[in-house]
């Protein structure tokens, strides 16, 4: 019993630190890179229209830490890992690092081939690797929101290719349903990232950070 209760709020110590919602809204930064590369893609190619969101995903990372620092932290604490838990995340990176490897292959086979396979077969093999990935995320992280915006974003490739192949949209699609995706993750960030602001701490019935009781 004890040691339930142990696992219960080390869990829940872990998801307060790591699950603020910041990351949501990072996460959000990379999917709107997809749905606005593309329409750059015209005017710089592909290499350069990738490259110019490299610095903004630069600064976000430092307003992220800044942010921890400033605003999470002093609400949860500090919060260092438990060894189990570094261990897990430790394969975690590994498992990620693999397949991230095996996608990049994948694609570059497919991309290859296209001509030759044609249809449905490129989107089919990125959403395909969006699941796989976005489900290991959410099974080693213990966030479950994280697999339904791998799911949302595995269903994406198809909507696009689906809009682009009737006449309904440009560039796969890719800019309609990344930016879609992009605007729920980053709703869904924000909402989770708002019971850190200071404002809300009082709605919640908590002192603010440096406060003391009379």
Not at 46 to 55: I, Q
Not at 173 to 195: D, E, K, N, T, Y
Request: hydrophobic share 55%; net charge neutral.
């Amino acid at each position: 019993m004890i040691e339930a209760d142990l696992k219960s709020i080390e869990r829940s110590t872990y998801r307060a630190a790591l699950d603020s919602g910041l990351w949501d809204i990072f996460l959000a930064s990379l999917v709107a890179m997809f749905a606005i590369a593309p329409l750059l893609s015209v005017h710089f190619g592909d290499f350069l229209a990738s490259a110019v969101f490299l610095p903004v995903f630069a600064a976000e990372l430092v307003a992220i830490r800044v942010i921890q620092n400033r605003v999470v932290e002093p609400r949860i604490g500090c919060v260092e890992l438990a060894p189990p838990r570094r261990q897990r995340m430790l394969v975690f990176g590994v498992v990620m690092l693999v397949v991230n490897v095996v996608g990049l292959v994948a694609g570059l086979v497919v991309a290859a081939r296209s001509p030759v396979i044609g249809g449905p077969i490129v989107p089919l093999t990125f959403s395909m690797v969006i699941l796989i990935g976005f489900t290991l995320a959410s099974f080693f992280l213990e966030i479950p929101r994280v697999f339904l915006y791998g799911f949302l974003l595995a269903v994406a490739p198809i909507v696009g290719e689906a809009l682009f192949v009737r006449g309904y949209a440009s560039h796969h699609g890719f800019p309609i349903v990344f930016g879609v995706c992009s605007v729920v993750i980053l709703v869904s960030g924000f909402l989770r990232f708002r019971s850190f602001l200071p404002g809300r701490q009082a709605a919640d019935g908590m002192p603010a950070p440096g406060s003391t009781d009379d």
